[in-house]
T-cell receptor, first 114, second 111 residues
Framework: AQSVTQLDSQVPVFEEAPVELRCNYS??????LFWYVQYPNQGLQLLLK??????LVKGINGFEAEFNKSQTSFHLRKPSVHISDTAEYFC????????????FGKGTHLIIQP | NAGVTQTPKFQVLKTGQSMTLQCAQD?????MSWYRQDPGMGLRLIHY???????DQGEVPNGYNVSRSTTEDFPLRLLSAAPSQTSVYFC??????????FGPGTRLTVT
């Protein structure tokens, strides 16, 4: 069965500092991995995705993630955060069992402190 | 393109009432799905559809029905609402490259 573990429910970081949001997964099917961002009272927006190929994936808003098969991880990074990055971040993997859809982690709330 | 639209934005129901959450997309995507979001739980897949006339269950299907008569629309029906169905509901459609596009959500409260 597919599962996603986001190791931190909340990450406080100072503005202009680097950040890493951690994600580990388990999957019994071909691994497709995603990071989504949710701003308050809004829907989800795709930051980046890994389907195949290069393990370093660049996304929108300066975010990037690295797929590490041996460690079953897909951590999200940004070298310098801004107040506007304050949001909930979700890691997701393609659902298994023949289902079409995603299995999500529980989310990490990124809090940017001035 | 409007993308994925959902109506209503907010709804309050009494236990036992029924209602339909509407979802429509204008991107001609074959694949659509419904999720619910609860605090500290992330999003969980309720039902999905791989094309008109084809639907199947996700992780948490109990208490919900779906149908897909057209490519554009994928309504979610609650036949007899329960307080445990209080949640935020998101509809999504996806491209062939597995990019899911989410609607703005419907916040449902069941009293």
């Amino acid at each position: 069965a597919q599962s996603v573990t986001q190791l931190d429910s909340q990450v406080p970081v100072f503005e202009e500092a680097p950040v890493e949001l951690r994600c580990n997964y388990s999957s019994s099917v071909s691994v497709y991995l995603f990071w989504y961002v949710q701003y308050p009272n809004q829907g989800l927006q795709l930051l980046l995705k890994y389907l195949s190929g290069s393990t370093l994936v660049k996304g929108i808003n300066g975010f990037e993630a690295e797929f590490n098969k041996s460690q079953t991880s897909f951590h999200l990074r940004k070298p310098s955060v801004h107040i506007s990055d304050t949001a909930e971040y979700f890691c997701a993997v393609r659902a298994g069992g023949g289902a079409d859809g995603l299995t999500f982690g529980k989310g990490t709330h990124l809090i940017i402190q001035p | 393109n409007a993308g994925v639209t959902q109506t209503p934005k907010f709804q309050v129901l009494k236990t036992g009432q029924s209602m339909t959450l509407q979802c429509a997309q204008d991107m001609n995507h074959e694949y659509m799905s419904w999720y619910r979001q609860d605090p500290g739980m992330g999003l969980r897949l309720i039902h999905y559809s791989v094309g008109a006339g084809i639907t199947d269950q996700g992780e948490v299907p109990n208490g919900y029905n779906v149908s897909r008569s057209t490519t554009e629309d994928f309504p979610l029906r609650l036949l007899s609402a329960a307080p445990s169905q209080t949640s935020v509901y998101f509809c999504a459609s996806r491209s062939d490259w597995y990019e899911q596009y989410f609607g703005p959500g419907t916040r449902l409260t069941v009293t």
